[in-house]
């Protein structure tokens, strides 16, 4: 078995290890992959916010949000390398 590496081990740590997998809202299932734009860069903090916003907690508390977004802000950068990274790595290589 090949260990996740990039996008693949970020999505795994943000989904299976803490359950931030997207939530229905609006009778729609809404996952952070939805707000990833085709081009262009992505950040740590705009990631971070993209699961909050996907988990329906965007209007959580502060403390709350301000523990999950530096978590997640944290996780990017240990699995993408960087703060920011070109759109085009933040897709699913594993099958």
Aim: glycine share 8%; aromatic share 10%.
């Amino acid at each position: 078995m090949t260990a996740k590496v990039g996008f693949d081990a970020l999505m795994h740590q943000v989904c299976v290890g803490w359950g931030h997998c997207g939530s229905v809202q609006a009778g729609k299932y809404v996952h952070v992959t939805d707000f990833m734009p085709d081009s262009g860069t992505v950040t740590a903090t705009e990631f971070a916010e993209w699961v909050l916003i996907a988990e329906g907690v965007a209007d959580a508390p502060l403390t709350y949000r301000e523990r999950w977004l530096s978590r997640l802000r944290d996780a990017f950068v240990e699995h993408m390398g960087a703060d920011c990274v070109d759109a085009q790595r933040m897709r699913w290589q594993s099958k």
